[in-house]
């Protein structure tokens, strides 16, 4: 038997699964690490403890595999996007790595949001004009920390810092190339303009290589670390999100793909780049010859974490002996649709995609007497999924209506929530049993990189059974009714966003 391994450095941990080469999975393998929150909007991971938690993982599952009998015929890789580490003269850190969650770019991208050059830069490179992006934390850090910055011999990303610890290369492959602000998405090269305003080179920056791309030769410590052979290739791949629609199936502009996960986003593959000119949505290589439209949210499933922790019930948890999701979603299913009336927006954490406001911030509207924290309940998984939909109708609005929707995260261990998403969108979501989407999919852009299959398309053969669910014809009659005043609400409440976001601020220092 020979073997394939997918890694994705993530968030809040890095995963590993050994996959066989039909893509059934041998063994898994997930290290966690701190997102450090030392100051206000800051959100950094220290590089060593990534850089140990992957290296791990790959050691872990490489030792479930039967060398003696087969072979790890490559290792594809997904990670985060639009982070940033600064690396001095020696390719060392200097600094933390700045990952995308981390807001304190927020007035650099203000500032080049009100600039002409922020709309140009838009529609050249995709990337919207917010602190998660690259780019702005390069004009932050310039302006911000000028000692830091000047010192800063090179800038990496998570990923190509990893691939220069294992083989002492500097690459960055195109899709997270692309998901900086940095990049032309036309010509997939490094943006003159671009770099200009933030004040670097081109040649500060990691090479920009296919997807596809395979790195041999692992250093000496890095071999003895994983403890595979050192002439196992190791495949750039792609960002995570682009990996995850590769790994649901999702490789058509008729299919619509939804993570649902601590964040959430939406995305559909196309063969040409789509621009957006309302600057809702992102625009970033896969690989050649691909690009993945859609838009990324901040509030997903950590808001419904949140609802869950202050409104279930916590006696009614020990006297029932359940956990408290399980008994939050039985709760959930005893409320109609709607939510007798209760509107909820899911801002805790500001928003990307659609508003692109790190400012906004949550509410409940039509609070009355009657509600319960039943109907709260509801209401937050219905307004997570409504804020999902918004971004959903500006991709369909972009790239023409789907076929269906395929839909993975933590969300799709709830049945009721499956069935809102379902009924709020009117479209069938197919779900599969497969929640490590990112390493199944840089599994199998490894695969495709050895010629093991000839396209990202055979993911639909690769990807297990899937449960489809289909619309309830009288809830979406309800959703038709309150996904419209959910956006009339948003649109009154946005103006006094950044009012009540400056008085928050005030009260908590």
């Not at 199936?249 to 959430?264: C, E, L, P, R, Y």
């Not at 309302?278 to 010859?289: D, P």
């Not at 390493?439 to 990189?449: E, H, N, P, R, T």
Request: some cysteine; glycine content about 8%.
């Amino acid at each position: 038997m020979n073997y394939v391994i997918g890694v994705d450095v993530g968030t809040s941990s890095t995963k590993a699964v050994l996959y066989d080469q039909n893509a059934n999975i041998l063994s898994q393998a997930n290290y966690g690490y701190e997102l450090y929150r030392n100051a206000a909007g800051m959100a950094e991971q220290e590089p060593e403890e990534v850089i140990n938690a992957a290296e791990q993982a790959i050691h872990d599952v490489a030792a479930k595999a039967d060398l003696n009998q087969g072979k790890i015929l490559a290792v594809g890789v997904s990670s985060a996007n639009q982070s940033l580490l600064l690396l001095d003269k020696d390719k060392k850190p200097l600094s933390r790595l700045i990952t995308w969650a981390d807001s304190r770019a927020q007035r650099a991208a203000d500032n080049l949001k009100m600039m002409t050059e922020g709309q140009q830069l838009y529609m050249k490179t995709g990337t919207p004009v917010h602190p998660m992006s690259t780019l702005t934390k390069l004009l932050w850090l310039k302006e911000d920390e000028p000692a830091l910055f000047n010192q800063t011999a090179y800038f990496a990303d998570i990923k190509a810092y990893l691939f220069h610890r294992l083989f002492n290369d500097f690459n960055v492959d195109i899709s997270i190339a692309s998901c900086t602000g940095l990049m032309n998405i036309k010509t997939g090269e490094w943006d003159d303009q671009a770099l200009k305003l933030a004040g670097i080179t081109k040649d500060q920056l990691p090479t920009i290589v296919d997807g596809t791309t395979q790195a041999t030769g692992l250093t000496t410590t890095a071999q003895a670390k994983l403890g595979i052979p050192a002439d196992t290739p190791f495949v750039y791949g792609a960002y995570d999100g682009a990996l995850s629609n590769i790994g649901v199936g999702a490789t058509k502009q008729n299919t619509v793909a939804i993570t649902i996960g601590t964040s959430a986003a939406v995305r559909v593959v196309t063969d040409h780049p789509v621009i957006d000119p309302e600057r809702r949505l992102f625009c970033y290589a896969i690989n050649k010859g691909l690009w993945v439209v859609g838009g990324p949210l901040n509030n997903g499933g950590d808001v419904y974490q949140w609802a869950v922790e202050h409104l279930v019930d916590s006696s009614a948890v020990k006297n029932e002996n359940v956990d408290p999701y399980t008994l939050a979603n039985h709760v959930i299913e005893g409320v109609p649709a709607g939510s007798h009336g209760l509107l909820f927006h899911p801002f805790l954490g500001g928003e990307r995609a659609p508003l692109w406001n790190a400012k906004a911030r949550g509410s409940f509207f039509g609070l009355s007497q009657i509600h319960t924290r039943a109907d709260m309940l509801r209401a937050v998984m219905e307004g997570i999924s409504m804020n999902i939909a918004t971004v959903f109708q500006a991709v369909r609005a972009l790239v023409g209506e789907p076929a269906s929707v395929t839909a993975t995260g933590g969300f799709a261990r709830s049945a009721v929530w499956r069935q809102i998403l379902a009924d709020i969108l009117n479209c069938p979501v197919n779900i599969p049993d497969s929640f490590e989407s990112g390493c199944l999919g840089a599994a199998i852009m490894a695969m495709q990189s050895l010629g093991m299959v000839d396209s990202l398309d055979t993911s639909q053969k690769l990807i297990g059974n899937v449960s489809s669910y289909q619309p309830n014809p009288s809830a979406v009659k309800v959703y038709q009714r309150y996904t419209p005043l959910f956006i009339q609400v948003e649109e009154m409440l946005s103006p006094a966003y950044s009012e009540i976001a400056k008085l928050q601020e005030r009260q908590n220092k």
